[in-house]
């Protein structure tokens, strides 16, 4: 019994998705970078608008505060809290606002009940299992041929891909709802909003881009456990 590193599976489910996912980084980090140089006409923080999406929105009981990084920016809904980057929270540039705002839009689809956002929240523990254990018991499986083995740490995988696949109407939601109440209380100007609808395009990207790397690690092993059993 043999776990091929390169194989015909190699280049359709891993080396492709790979590459896209590497052009994806590459393409959110470039556009949020030349909309960064952009500030809105009102001269809003990043910070400001968050704070007066939430309030006007009836959330003013969701924090914001400030933390370290770049494009680190998410809502924490243990805390209730939007955590902003070095690099979004006093920028005035279009692109920090229009991932404050994404930010907002999780927490306005906590506060709802958004079905799919429950959903994802319930398999982060599963999920983070079973991306830290799956693949290894999978290799262990393969290479002392037991089958058992590998079948049970298929499925555990398979909460990876589900994870990832319902991330994508939980993250493209958030990025309507920005837009949407960015345009409802005139934050931005057209010119701005449609800025702000590229930086959210290409993070959105990036989600897609993940999703194809799990789906495609979960189809080749399954293909060559199928391979096996044959």
């Not at 590497?22 to 809003?44: C, D, M, P, Q």
């Not at 881009?209 to 096996?228: I, P, Y």
């Amino acid at each position: 019994m043999y776990y091929p590193i390169y194989d015909s599976t190699y280049l359709i489910y891993v080396l492709i998705p790979v590459i896209i996912s590497i052009w994806a980084s590459a393409r959110v980090n470039s556009t949020f970078k030349k909309y960064s140089k952009h500030s809105n006409e009102r001269g809003l923080s990043a910070a400001q608008v968050t704070r007066m999406i939430l309030d006007n929105g009836g959330l003013s009981n969701v924090a914001i505060e400030r933390i370290a990084g770049e494009l680190t920016d998410h809502y924490d809904p243990r805390t209730n809290t939007i955590r902003l980057s070095d690099s979004v929270y006093n920028s005035t540039s279009v692109a920090a606002i229009g991932v404050a705002a994404h930010e907002a839009g999780h927490a306005f689809q906590h506060a709802k009940g958004y079905f799919p956002i429950k959903v994802r929240n319930s398999l982060v523990p599963v999920a983070n299992l079973a991306s830290r254990l799956a693949m290894p018991l999978i290799l262990l499986g393969f290479f002392m041929e037991l089958g058992g083995l590998v079948s049970g740490a298929i499925i555990l995988y398979s909460a990876v891909v589900l994870f990832s696949l319902v991330t994508l109407p939980v993250e493209f939601n958030a990025s309507r709802r920005a837009l949407r109440v960015l345009d409802e209380y005139g934050i931005l100007t057209n010119e701005e909003n449609g800025a702000a609808k590229k930086v959210l395009g290409a993070a959105a990207m990036t989600y897609v881009a993940s999703m194809l790397v799990a789906l495609g690690s979960f189809l080749r092993v399954l293909a060559l456990f199928g391979r096996r059993r044959d």
